[in-house]
């Protein structure tokens, strides 16, 4: 069965938005390449409707690198209960939020690569509520940001087992967590 993780940037104060803004000065070679072999390992990304929407804005027109022109390759999923324009970033196919566990449950059972989600909001915790979330994988960077769109809701609720975690020279930690229960 395929692995199904949740990538994150974070705030050391746990905070998710505008990652654009803060985590850019902290970009090292290590940490890129331990981010292209993540995603050199999946090959489908599956997100949720406003992550999607805002991703399809920037990445067709990054390319002419290894990591975004597979990132550009791969299938994205994006998960929404209302339509999505899909046309500026293929392959990419709509799975009805409606028939969340039972879609991830059937893309989980097909052969291939590690499933990425990108982000971490209502479709992470509706993963991990199904039992179908594997693995979070939080970068913290050492940003202290004061405010904003937190990394757990209150809905986020559940019980984790640390399982690695790696850090970087620039201060970034990735903390690996597998939901328990999996």
Known sequence: M????????????????????????YSEEKAQNYAFTMAKNADALLLGRVTYEGM?????????????????????????TEPVDTSAWNPTTVID???LTGAV??????????ILVWGNGRLTDGLA????????KVWIYPVIKGSGEPLFRPDSV???????????????VVLTYSPLGV
């Open 97 to 99: 939020g409606n028939d």
């Open 158 to 172: 559940g019980a984790v087992d640390l399982v690695d975690s790696l850090t970087f020279p620039s201060g970034v």
């Open 2 to 25: 395929r692995k199904l993780i949740a990538s994150t940037y974070a705030t050391l104060d746990g905070f998710i938005d505008n990652p654009h803004e803060w985590s850019l000065q």
């Open 129 to 136: 509520a199904a039992g179908l979330l594997d693995e979070y």
């Open 56 to 80: 399809a804005q920037a990445w067709p027109n990054m390319g002419g690198n290894p990591y975004a022109d597979h990132v550009n390759s791969i299938t994205k999923y994006v998960v929404a």
């Open 105 to 114: 449950t059937d893309l989980k059972r097909q052969d291939g690569g590690d």
